[in-house]
């Protein structure tokens, strides 16, 4: 298994159970349920588990694309994908009713830790259209940002 899609969904998975074991007693009576969602998701979950990478994705696929900063507002504010909302990781399940499940769904931070754990948790609840940038904003610069899918297939210069 590849070590970085471990790394990554590993920590998504520690994520929400370690939410879940602090959960309010309220939520006691559910824990079980939502344990039962992710075993089920993680059954059927497909190898890719919704990684994508930067050159994966054609230019003229983002604008089709929500793609979401789920990094904090201060490094949203200082430099993001063209087109891009923010919406913190942490905040993507309270504000699911803004995010379509009938359109391709972006989601990235840094590196992809933290949109990882916001990929699951909307994958989990049912967005079978989320995709989370793998090696994030950091990876998509690396690799010629919106140009990465040309870029990556360009004749290697010599």
């Not at 939520?27 to 190898?47: C, P, Q, S, T």
């Not at 990929?119 to 079978?128: K, Q």
């Amino acid at each position: 298994m590849n070590t970085k899609f471990s790394a990554v969904w590993g920590s998504a998975v520690l994520g929400v159970a370690a939410a879940l074991s602090w959960a309010p007693a309220a939520w006691a009576d559910n824990k079980a349920a939502a344990i039962e969602e992710m075993e089920g998701y993680l059954e059927f979950v497909d190898y890719g588990g919704g990684l994508i990478f930067p050159e994966q994705i054609p230019k003229d696929e983002w604008p089709r694309m929500l793609v979401i900063d789920a990094r904090d507002a201060g490094q949203f504010a200082k430099g993001h994908i063209p087109g891009a909302v923010h919406m913190d990781w942490r905040q993507v399940l309270a504000r699911r009713s803004s995010i379509p499940k009938d359109k391709p769904v972006l989601i990235y931070c840094n590196t992809g830790s933290l949109s990882a754990q916001a990929g699951f948790a909307l994958r989990v609840a049912g967005w079978d259209n989320v995709r989370i940038l793998q090696g994030g904003l950091e990876e998509w610069k690396a690799k010629g940002g919106l140009d990465a899918a040309t870029r990556a297939t360009a004749p290697a210069k010599h």
